[in-house]
């Protein structure tokens, strides 16, 4: 744990607090986010802007998010944030979302980075297929034959629309809890479930993200949301 009274942590801390009052548009480039997250990605905090511009975050009783923690890691920081709203009916408060940011230096200047690298950098391995490139737990092992069937069926969608085959990123999980924590959330109302499975899309990063024990997930979610 860090104390938020040291300089260095404040200018932390200030990079983050400062991304959160912005409202712009969710898909404009953030000066907050360091330029290697939009070297891989169009929109590096797709899902974190969900939470901080969703409806909920403009209610009268929502509350201003809390800074639970602040971590060194190396080089860098992890800060930790609960965002939450007070139910209308009783005194209760609901939990939106913990959510966890890295912050690195970059050109001298601290700058927001997802967690998603530093979440997959020692646990999974990476196997690419023509333009599919699957991230996957180092204890699963990837359907090669079907990775290549689903090659096969980007193509062909392509050449229906007359366009070039798309590249997409391809998470593999085993179900919706490790989505989500690969995504950088500690809790998100969808966790609440167990043992639930998922399928995401980020049409803006042409991402997938399945949670799903069954070799068939690859199946059911290739090519949904997708922009060819």
Same mark, same amino acid.
């Given at each position: =744990?860090? !104390? ?6 404040? #200018?932390?801390?200030?990079?983050? #607090? ?9 898909? #404009?480039?953030?000066?907050?986010? *360091? ?6 990605? +169009? ?12 409806? /909920?975050?403009?209610?009268?009783? /929502?509350?201003?998010? %809390? ?13 930790? %944030? ?7 009916? &009783? ?27 530093? &979440? ?10 023509? =333009? ?8 699963? +092992? $990837?359907?090669?034959? $079907?990775?290549?069937?689903? *090659?096969?069926?980007? %193509?062909?969608?392509? @050449? ?14 085993? &179900? &919706? ?9 500690? /809790?998100?109302?969808?966790? *609440?479930?167990?043992? @639930? ?8 990063? !042409?991402?997938?993200?399945?949670? +799903? ?12 949301? $997708?922009?060819?």
């Amino acid at each position: =744990m860090i !104390n938020e009274e040291e300089p260095e942590v404040k #200018q932390v801390l200030s990079v983050w #607090q400062d991304y959160l009052s912005t409202k712009d548009s969710l898909y #404009q480039f953030n000066p907050y986010w *360091a330029s290697r997250e939009y070297s891989k990605r +169009n929109v590096p905090d797709y899902f974190y802007k969900r939470v901080n511009h969703s409806v /909920f975050y403009n209610q009268k009783k /929502f509350y201003k998010p %809390t800074i639970l923690s602040v971590e060194k890691e190396d080089s860098s920081y992890i800060i930790k %944030t609960l965002f939450a709203n007070g139910e209308k009916d &009783n005194n209760f408060s609901r939990v939106s979302a913990i959510i966890n940011v890295e912050v690195v230096k970059e050109n001298g200047k601290w700058r927001l980075m997802s967690m998603l690298d530093r &979440n997959i950098k020692n646990s999974f391995n990476q196997h690419k297929v023509d =333009m599919i490139n699957y991230y996957h737990p180092k204890r699963r +092992n $990837l359907d090669i034959p $079907l990775c290549h069937k689903f *090659a096969l069926e980007n %193509t062909k969608i392509a @050449q229906k629309f007359s366009v070039n085959p798309i590249s997409v990123t391809y998470y593999l999980c085993e &179900n &919706n809890k490790e989505v989500q924590r690969l995504k950088g959330f500690d /809790f998100e109302i969808s966790m *609440a479930y167990p043992n @639930q499975i998922s399928g995401l899309a980020d049409i803006f990063n !042409n991402t997938i993200y399945a949670g +799903n024990t069954k070799s068939n997930s690859i199946s059911r979610i290739f090519g949904y949301g $997708l922009r060819y």
